[in-house]
């Protein structure tokens, strides 16, 4: 294998030829008030600017158990999958970690479970967490309050980030020259698309009919298809943004407006017209509305009809993430975590396992599976950088790990990771809890070298990916023989699972440093760190293989534990090329990881790492919940999904 050799590389997120945009800022001037009147938004990947992206369904469906021939296999397998075996086998994972008895006796509610109908009490007294806190009343559009300066139109005639589009000018006079360019960079575009993406699928031509909306909506709604979507995951199947909230939103009022809201928030950035902000306030306005009354009705909350408030809540938390500048005070529980609580109760209640008596047998729709696990996401990483809470509910989260041990360790496009590490990391916080109060715990000590132990190897598979990856070093020397010219994986499959595999090495990082104490110089962890630092600089950074997918939350980590120059030099390489694309919520991180850096290595709050290993557990100092408390005081709760 190569030797390693981390480097800063160049954003590519713009047209490479940068005299390009000034000539047709010169040809076609316009006023920034009319942009969205005098030009529009549209896809590279058909010549007629119609939309396309993945085919979706337009209904929920089952996802499929007993997965022997189904038709989720039906993919081509990767280059250097590292494994003989067929789809059919997929349940024999080989890294050991498969439920053990012994850590259920050490930490109840480790294995999977169901919850009793008995304890099902839905309370209606919801707040809703999208209402300003000292007013009460319902507040204009959050972009319209951020101190986000509006993109540069000129120097972003292709958006190729975590919102995929061109800018295609509408003037009938526009030269033969300046369509060939936009030709050419459409053309180049979708021969990316073609070498990377193992599928495009073309939507039908009537998609969002039922909505019913008028030209502005009409406009919204085909940037939230073309643009939005595009830019959320490579695992089409997963996609639930397009292939689920359009057809919820026909049928529910607070969906639609939550959705046409959340596309206004983006377009503003490009398009900031008066009419455009009016618009984006209302629907903001009208879905924050609707929202308390959806909050309060019983129904919601009945397994398999949480759907509509499950879409119009994740829409709404990411709207207020991505407009991080918004927040009011680093002392306030932000909008999006209240929200997640929210959700979290949602799921808890409207949880399909109380219908079933095993929890391998349990089946939900492919929106609750998806979203899910995207939503709690947010919740469960966010905590492993908060304060810690004291543990009441032994089963939280048990969800995560209904259906066999082929369910949970499928990839979902939107979490970027599988269900079960999920579960894993909220089994790791709660561990950390329950040390705080019974430091000298050696049941709850062992039970952290059990889940430290299951993390090794750990087998994640995906559509793209179906025969998991053995080792590490398998998965390297696979993306050693995948690179592009500049040192990135050119292949959906790798890009999946780099990314899968990197919450599995923060996963171990978070152990071995919050629970364990372990110092950031210990060799343990920057064993894994230099692994998730080689892992992190192969992902790109822009164009087709560049989604939300990507997993910031291994990057943050990266950046929290890195000591040497050169893994600093990576994280920042690629932080900040992110800070320049389309707005996401990366900024309040990587300012966080840039003054944690100063503060880490002058606070003296860490053990000396050859010592370490010799102090009993409860001796070592607690340095993560000191960078914890740093952190919430500095910056308050990040978000990091």
């Known amino acids: 294998m190569a030797p390693f050799s981390p480097v800063k590389r160049p ?3 713009s047209l490479s030829n940068d005299s390009l945009a000034q000539t047709l800022l010169e040809q076609h001037r316009f006023d920034k008030d009319d942009f969205w009147e005098t030009a529009r938004l549209f896809t590279v990947l058909d010549e007629d600017g119609q939309m396309s992206g993945s085919a979706p369904a337009t209904t929920s469906r089952k996802r499929k158990r007993d997965d022997s021939g189904s038709g989720q296999y039906a993919v081509r397998s990767v280059l250097g999958s590292g494994s003989d075996s067929s789809p059919d086998e997929l349940h024999s994972f080989s890294d050991g970690s498969q439920g053990s008895s012994l850590l259920d006796e050490l930490l109840p509610g480790s294995s999977p479970s169901l919850p009793s109908p008995e304890d099902r009490v839905v309370k209606l007294s919801l707040v809703n967490p999208f209402i300003t806190h000292d007013s009460l009343q319902l507040s204009e559009h959050p972009r319209l309050t951020s101190i986000f300066d509006p993109v540069k139109i000129p120097t972003q005639v292709r958006v190729n980030g975590l919102v995929k589009f061109h800018l295609q000018f509408s003037d009938p006079n526009m030269p033969s020259s300046t369509k060939e360019v936009l030709a050419k960079y459409r053309q180049e575009y979708n021969d990316q698309m073609k070498s990377k993406v193992s599928e495009v699928l073309l939507l039908p031509s009537d998609f969002g009919r039922g909505l019913r909306l008028n030209a502005m909506d009409l406009r919204l709604f085909k940037f939230y298809v073309v643009a939005y979507c595009a830019g959320r995951t490579l695992l089409p199947a997963s996609n639930v943004w397009l292939t689920g909230v359009p057809a919820i939103a026909e049928k529910s009022a607070c969906v639609r407006h939550a959705m046409l809201s959340c596309a206004a928030g983006y377009v503003l950035d490009y398009a900031p017209s008066e009419k455009l902000k009016e618009w984006a306030s209302f629907h903001h306005r009208r879905a924050v509305a609707l929202l308390s009354e959806e909050l309060n009705k019983a129904e919601n909350y009945e397994p398999g009809k949480e759907e509509p408030l ?3 809540l994740s829409l709404l938390n990411h709207e207020d993430i991505v407009n991080w500048e918004t927040r009011e005070s680093t002392k306030r529980m932000p909008k999006w975590y209240q929200g997640d609580l929210a959700v979290k109760y949602l799921l808890d209640k409207s949880d399909p396992g109380y219908r079933y008596k095993h929890p391998i ?11 899910s696990h995207y939503q709690m996401k947010s919740l469960i990483l966010s905590d492993t950088c908060a304060p810690l809470k004291p543990e009441t509910d032994d089963h939280a989260y048990s969800w995560l790990l209904e259906g066999n041990e082929t369910d949970v360790r499928r990839v979902t496009g939107l979490a970027g990771c599988s269900a079960k590490i999920l579960h894993i990391f909220t089994q790791i916080t709660r561990l950390c809890s329950l040390l705080r109060e019974s430091p000298d715990s050696v049941p709850f000590q062992k039970a952290g070298e059990i889940i430290l132990q299951s993390l090794t190897n750990f087998q994640q598979w995906s559509d793209l990916v179906p025969h998991p990856y053995v080792t590490a070093d398998a ?4 993306c050693e023989a ?5 040192g990135k994986v050119c292949t959906d499959a790798l890009s999946v699972a780099l990314n899968a595999d990197s919450y599995v090495l923060a996963a171990q990082i978070y152990i071995l440093c919050r629970l364990l104490r372990k110092p950031r110089r210990h060799p343990d962890v ?6 998730l630092i080689r892992w992190t600089d192969y992902l790109p950074l822009d164009g087709p293989l560049y989604t939300a997918q990507d997993s910031l939350y291994g990057l943050a980590i990266a950046g929290f534990v890195a000591i040497e120059p050169e893994h600093r030099a990576v994280v920042e390489g690629q ?10 919520n990366d900024p309040p991180v990587w300012h966080v990881t840039e003054k944690l850096w100063l503060w880490l290595d002058e606070a003296g709050i860490e053990d000396d790492p050859t010592d370490t290993d010799h102090v009993p557990l409860s001796q070592r100092k607690p340095w993560w919940e000191d960078m914890v408390a740093w952190i919430m005081e500095t910056q308050g709760r990040l978000s990091l999904s």
């Open 11 to 13: 954003r590519r997120n």
């Open 310 to 312: 499950l879409m119009a």
């Open 361 to 371: 047998n349990v089946q939900s729709t492919n929106n609750r599976y998806v979203m």
């Open 475 to 478: 998965l390297g020397e696979a």
């Open 482 to 486: 995948n690179l592009d010219e500049n």
């Open 526 to 531: 920057q064993s894994r760190l230099r692994t």
């Open 575 to 584: 932080f900040c090329p992110l800070l320049m694309g389309p707005r996401g």
